[in-house]
Nanobody
Framework: QVQLVESGGGLVQAGGSLRLSCAAS????????MGWYRQAPGKQRELVAA???????NYADSVKGRFTISRDNAKNTVYLQMNVLKPEDTAVYYC??????????????WGQGTQVTVSS
């Protein structure tokens, strides 16, 4: 089993910055793709950014140029640096990982979510 724990959410004014972290632990053999999703009230969960193990990245159009995803494979951790935050970025942010356990069982895992609130 693999656990994902997010941290770094909070309340920030528009134009400000936050950095989210997500650390994976448990019976990990290797973590493949990792990503950040978000869900605002009344809306579907959407992909914000994703990163492969090799470091290739993908971003939602709405965050390109403002958010940066990165990872530290040695620490099984993924980060999301969020700059120039806007009120519409307000949501619960979830970490996601495609992981292979030590029992060679591959599955998709989610963190518990961290709230990001951007005030205008």
């Amino acid at each position: 089993q693999v656990q994902l724990v997010e941290s770094g959410g909070g309340l920030v004014q528009a134009g400000g910055s936050l950095r989210l972290s997500c650390a994976a632990s448990g019976s990990i053999f290797v973590i493949n793709d990792m990503g950040w999703y978000r869900q605002a009230p009344g809306k579907q969960r959407e992909l914000v950014a994703a990163i492969t193990r090799a470091g290739s990245t993908n971003y939602a159009d709405s965050v390109k140029g403002r958010f940066t995803i990165s990872r530290d494979n040695a620490k099984n951790t993924v980060y999301l640096q969020m700059n120039v935050l806007k009120p519409e970025d307000t949501a619960v942010y979830y970490c996601n990982a495609d992981a292979l356990s030590r029992l060679l069982h591959r599955d998709n895992y989610w963190g518990q979510g961290t709230q990001v609130t951007v005030s205008s």
